[in-house]
């Protein structure tokens, strides 16, 4: 079953906190696994992508950190800006195909 | 702009009647994307093209929708005798190689 969990739903954090989101999937065959930045009314932006055979990917203040065997990515974002409040996917695909996201994590960074 | 464009960004049509929307990909992508996103959900996979071949369909997308490629640029989605049930953000998304996608800004679609 081609299935992406996400949590959690909605995030609150402080200016400077560290905001962590986490998703899991079951199709072991997923092989590229991306995260996406929303904001309303526009497309999701590509922020950072992953790929099974490395264990943590780090760009700026964005890191995804990786656990093959307990099938499960998280997106780590360290000092969370107010400019970051936005709704995050992660996604998966296989072989270069179709992109299935997960259901959303809505971040509200307080300053 | 060399981003993924899509036309129009806003439709509001009659239940019924028929819509198109069109996307243009970044410019030597070879693979474009169709995708539709409800109200506080990720977006759901509804068709591909690599150049002018339409390569997997959704079940989502019914026998009233209809997309094409006709020259591997360009693409258009078509949505017959729309239900209120289709109101929703449509996005396009360009790729390379199939790994990245880049998304356009979406067309909204609202049947009343």
């Known amino acids: 079953q081609q299935q992406v969990k996400q949590s959690p739903q909605s995030l609150i954090v402080q200016k400077g906190g560290i905001s962590i989101i986490n998703c899991a999937y079951e199709?072991?065959?997923?092989?590229?696994f991306p995260w996406y930045q929303q904001f309303p009314g526009k497309g999701p932006a590509l922020l950072i992508a992953?790929?099974?055979?490395?264990s943590e990917k780090k760009e700026g203040r964005f890191t995804i950190s990786f656990n093959k065997s307990a099938k499960q990515f998280s997106l780590h974002i360290m000092d969370s800006q107010p400019g970051d409040s936005a709704t995050y996917f992660c996604?998966?695909?296989?072989?270069?195909?179709?992109?299935?996201f997960g259901a959303g994590t809505i971040l509200r960074v307080k300053s | 702009d060399t981003g993924v464009s899509q036309d129009p960004r806003h439709k509001i049509t009659k239940r019924g009647q028929n819509v198109t929307f069109r996307c243009d990909p970044i410019?030597?992508?070879?693979?474009l994307y169709w995708y539709r996103q409800t109200l506080g959900q990720g977006p759901e996979f509804l068709t591909y093209?690599?150049?002018?071949?339409?390569?997997?369909k959704s079940r989502l997308l019914s026998d009233r929708f209809s997309a094409e490629r006709p020259k591997g640029s360009f693409s258009t989605l078509e949505i017959q005798r729309t239900e209120q049930g289709d109101s929703a953000m449509y996005l396009c998304?360009?790729?390379?190689?199939?790994?990245?996608?880049?998304f356009g800004p979406g067309t909204r679609l609202t049947v009343l």
């Open positions: 998304a360009s790729s390379p190689r199939g790994d990245e996608q880049f």
């Open positions: 199709n072991t065959a997923f092989d590229y």
């Open positions: 992953i790929r099974p055979d490395v």
């Open positions: 996604a998966a695909s296989s072989k270069r195909n179709k992109l299935v």
């Open positions: 410019s030597e992508h070879n693979r």
């Open positions: 093209f690599q150049n002018e071949a339409q390569l997997e």
